[in-house]
């Protein structure tokens, strides 16, 4: 079995004395691990950096086997990572949650597309926010726990749709909220693809995807914790708002 593709690389952890295994998102075949030989040595291991774009080689005897891979750099992104540390942060939030969320060895081209650009803005922050933003909504589309903003869930109407319910994710309008208001998430314009939106207003948008990646998404996933990249990249995010 052999395959050639193009990828995020995820993660890398040790494999023996020299080796160590890596976690792709590739276009074509998914999330995909696979060791690499000599992955330790002064020649390799500088290319396998979370987030960096690589090419990779993959062959196993048989499809279901882990495989190894022979990596070749296209697009290094440690100089832009570790500019600041909410680059940082957000390339560590971005890789930690595809590997969390993302089932292995099943492609997604879209989501690829849109990861690959998100991690191509690293360090502009004027504009990082919103397309991380947007990522997180993505990945909650990919995994079946997308929102619906079409219409109020109670009264159908698509006006003053201000909050979201956290049990269906659909939109609730301001006068169905009623005694409920309290049990429901915010729903700021930015979810609804409405402006660009302000800081403030992305930070509120993060909360309430942040419930339903860690409310929703994680049981669902063997009731795993969220990763606590993602954590550090919004308390940091909220602290430089808070510090302007």
């Known amino acids: 079995m052999e395959w050639r593709d193009q990828g995020i690389l995820l993660?890398?952890?040790?494999?023996?004395?020299?080796?160590?295994?890596?976690d792709v998102f590739t276009i074509e075949h998914g999330r995909h691990a696979g060791i690499v030989r000599g992955g330790t040595s002064r020649k390799i291991a500088p290319i396998l950096?979370?987030?960096?774009?690589i090419d990779v080689s993959w062959r196993a005897r048989l499809e279901d086997h882990l495989g190894s891979y022979t990596v070749e750099p296209l697009r290094s992104r440690a100089a832009a990572a570790l500019a600041d540390r909410l680059s940082l942060a957000g390339l560590n939030a971005v890789t930690a949650l595809l590997s969390f969320a993302l089932p292995e060895r099943e492609a997604n081209p879209a989501l690829y597309k849109q990861c690959e650009q998100l991690l191509d803005l690293l360090g502009q922050h004027s504009v990082w926010p919103l397309a991380y933003l947007?990522?997180?909504?993505?990945?909650?589309?990919?995994?079946?726990?997308?929102?619906?903003?079409?219409?109020?869930?109670?009264?159908?109407?698509?006006?003053?749709?201000?909050?979201?319910?956290?049990?269906?994710?659909r939109a609730v309008s301001?006068?169905?909220?009623?005694?409920?208001?309290?049990?429901?998430?915010?729903?700021?314009?930015?979810?609804k693809g409405e402006g660009q939106?302000?800081?403030?207003?992305?930070?509120?948008?993060l909360q309430t995807t942040g419930y339903f990646l860690g409310e929703k998404l994680a049981p669902e996933l063997g009731n795993?914790?969220?990763?606590?990249?993602?954590?550090?990249?919004?308390?940091?995010?909220?602290?430089?708002?808070?510090?302007?």
Not at 138 to 152: E, P, V, Y
Not at 236 to 241: E, G, K, S, V, Y
Request: charged share 20%.
């Open 224 to 244: 795993r914790p969220l990763p606590e990249a993602r954590a550090r990249y919004v308390d940091l995010f909220l602290r430089q708002i808070t510090e302007r």
């Open 11 to 22: 993660s890398v952890r040790g494999h023996g004395e020299t080796s160590a295994i890596i």
């Open 197 to 205: 939106g302000g800081d403030a207003e992305i930070a509120q948008a």
């Open 174 to 191: 301001e006068q169905a909220a009623g005694p409920w208001v309290n049990r429901l998430l915010p729903l700021p314009p930015i979810l």
């Open 134 to 169: 947007r990522f997180e909504m993505a990945l909650l589309d990919a995994s079946g726990m997308g929102f619906d903003l079409s219409a109020c869930a109670v009264t159908g109407t698509n006006e003053n749709l201000c909050y979201i319910s956290p049990r269906t994710g």
């Open 49 to 53: 950096q979370p987030g960096a774009q």
